[in-house]
């Protein structure tokens, strides 16, 4: 069997026609749900790109794994979901986006070349590129905030855009109305087309690579396909620019109530100025259709994808997973991005196709199980035939829900995480850069949002209050549920995350093993172990060494 | 400045002469107590040799490093004092033992040969090693305990001992009546002397290789001189075995009430071989003068080191640690060996002398502050010269107290964990192998012990009941006390400690950079930030490509 792992950057959970929304059909996500499984309350383990991937690409917990956010490196010698599939006889490509900073002082500190075998994966987070393109080509006064090298940016110049950076120049941006570049990275352009031909841009460019890579893989392969899109810039070549208009944006999900005296670490990103402009109605009604748009074409090439797949019966042998890294506010909650606890940020689309018959019992249906974004390396683990290494990954496999069955230990929380140190946030609020952190524990009804630096906690209740306006985390009515929910992350905070050197077997393997290896000194006599153990200290006459003179310097004071 | 860290094996804190023992006279220890600053309240990061070492290698909790019992191996790439120290300038040499097993897959899966350099410090938790021995070399009918060579062995061979393991034969067996070896193994031979000339024992040899070290050594360095002893087996040559009797012994810590309906997981303890052997009077009046004679040899052979330094002027800039990686019940509390939490097995020696100025205020006095093991990383890394890299240790270095100050935001707790999922009393507890961890939080007056696997925790009241001999776990009336020690417990489990890839001054300087290297996301029309960050996007005219027709077979769908 192959995995495609697709993954769309920045996909909110409900942009999707299978999700429930009412204006951005997408029929052909909507297909794989109806061939395979839609889970419908899938967290991911940090609201923002860096460290939600780092936990996809581990099955590890961002404070795991360490690279709390983006930029922040992976640190080297981490176990990654390419190692796993490998061990297992898989091999793991990467295409498209990951946003994996390569850990340079821990390599240098093993002596480990980057244009090794070795050295690049650990550069891409255990993948080996087929085209690794991060899609976040900005350049300014300091430089460029990305080094390497750009596949799309070639394959742009190729095609006669010009300049160094047609990425930023055309892909992301549209022409105003005196010929010259609107850049994207403006939200008032959102509403322009891309200057790009529509097959040129990125959805379409990955999908090419995509089918490309396809066509020359041999052996068994999993393939991470991640799309730069529909994150930012929101700009979108024509057709899809004008798709989607102001009716067919839903309302924002936002309460005055959220406004008055908010907790303060909240407080502090409704003001950020990507919250300011998404609080603009101006700002919304430009960006949103552009990202439905972006959406669409995402849409329109997995139709693509799925046609190619069907046409070469690749179908009947390839896993299809669709997800996102996190949300996207949008401006529901006053809030712009992602980077916070809501829904809009925090839960992700999950759509998997198992084209095994163990999966047909489950076709078309969905599962409200509280899955979290690190099950899915388990996930692709056993489905390359191999055993989840729990001390290592700390996601479950959902092959039991795929297949039908139901797991009567399945978790009762998920937890997220969030690490703002690197915000101006952290700053703001006076925070030490160790205490800027979030931790997110819900349990499908109730959700703590617990601070470090002395903040008192959040609280919502999506049962009574699905939209998350009413925050009880000051309310001793709920000091219970507060507690209740304190308990579990208590008990996670203590989980046994870094003990990957040994498994389970290792560890049961190991059990009593010293004493047959000589390691005897609980013995008073030797009668309490069976003789074989001892017996080579038994009747061996010995040369007498004890009546050698202790040399005088030697002995001190005694 | 150079930099003596000697560790003894298993040297309780409490059998010095200058911690109060009546009985035993230490006389050098003393001297650099004398000399230098004890810390009376010194806890290791876990109660056995394995975890406790790292711990002190790494600066790192156990559950940081993950290296959590004896043979499981410290992950490849963590972070080192041997890394840190060489990043300032100073070598850091071993000599002895340090109980550390290799991460040969982790080393395989990154191509680091075990023989290069790197491969050595990785095999040797980041020391150079002038000389390891790891001092157990038992054997039996499955092989041997230690794979490694013994350079002690090949010594003693040298000296005209014979047979393979002259360790087991000679210097931890004695002679008995018969003129047969009489295992020192056996409790029962505790008080025979060791079959070797005194000289020619660990203790001595150790010391005179340390000399040697210092003799040759160039630059500044630190040298982890980590003797095996007074660890057993518990034999000792003449004088030593002698030197002590029954009078000497002190009465055991214990109470009829520690046996009456116990917690279930010291109740397995209880009941463990060496627990059983060392409940009986025979056994503690064999072994305790011989462990006693195998302190008052370190104390002969630090006379010994001490002269040395003197005669050769290192005293003036030789930085001088003693310290100890676990204490010894040796009956107390029902018990043998370590693994708990009571004070004899948790708690340990520690003096050190700083030969600077600068330290003259604190020469011959006591420090009560909660002190961890993990805090000597930090002190040593100062020492060489550094800044502690707080996002790596998680020790804080002891130079305040040594020098005189008393930090205002010390440590309120100490922790201490124990992993027994390698013992048989997780599988007798029916225990998973996650679930069998204990962690310990005492704040110098209340100890709690916290119990993985939905087991009640334990409570002492060090003050009212300095023994440790009632466990207020179980009683309702303090519930508050556990309360609060658990929130310290919540507070740690969450601790920022794998974000080892970045310093708080890295991430200080990454605070805000994106915007200035061309990551714009969040400008409505650009306006909001200097227009030197968006002119390259204004005024330059386009050529246009988005009139291109868009492919059909591209377009699904629209």
Redesign the interface.
Known sequence: MNILFIMYDQLRFDYLSCAGHPHL?T??FDLVAARGMRFTNTYVQSPVCGPSRMSFYTGRYS??????W????????E?TLG?HLRDNGMACWLLGKTHMKA?A??MA????APD?V?GAR?ADCGFDAWTRDDG??????????DQKRSPYNEYLKSQG??GDNPW???AN???DE??????G????NADK????????SET?WLTSETIRFIEQAEGDWCAHVSFIKPH??YIV????HN?YGQQDILPPVRHEAELDNPHPVLGAYQE???AE?FQ?DE?RNKVIPAYMGLI?QC???L??LLDYLEDTGRMDDTMIVLTSDHGDYLGDHWL??KDFFHEAAVKIPLIVYDPRAVADATRGTTCDALVEAIDLSATFIEAAGGTVP??IVEGRSLMPWLHGQTPDDWREVVISEY?F????R??ALGL???DA?I?MVFDGRWKLI?F?GGFRPMLFDLEIDPNEFTDLGADPAHADQIDRL?GH??H???????????S?AD??A?????????????????S?VPP???EK??????????D?P??E??????
Chains 1, 2 share one sequence.
């Open positions: 059909q029929p052909n404070s795991s794994h360490g690279a709390q983006n930029g922040f490196p992976l640190r080297v010698g176990v190692d850990d002082k821990g500190r093993l002596g480990l090794s070795i650990q976040l080509w900005g350049s300014g006064p300091d430089g460029s905030y855009y010009d930023a120049d055309y941006a549209g022409v005196n010929g010259d570049m609107a850049s990275w403006m939200f008032q087309p891309a200057n790009i031909r529509e097959q040129d379409p930012w810039p070549p024509a057709p899809y798709l950020t100025r990507v402009a603009q700002v669409k849409d329109d090439q139709g693509r712009g991005e729990g001390h690490d140190s690197v915000t101006p952290c700053a030490d850069a160790r952190r931790f617990h470090e304190y992350l208590t996670w905070g203590l989980r046994m995350a870094q003990r990957v050197t040994m389970d560890i049961a190991a059990r009593g093993r010293s004493l047959r290896r000589g390691i005897m000194p609980f013995l008073v006599d030797g309490e074989e153990l001892t200290y038994r009747g061996r006459a010995r040369q007498l060494f004890t050698e202790v040399a310097e030697l002995s001190h004071d005694v």
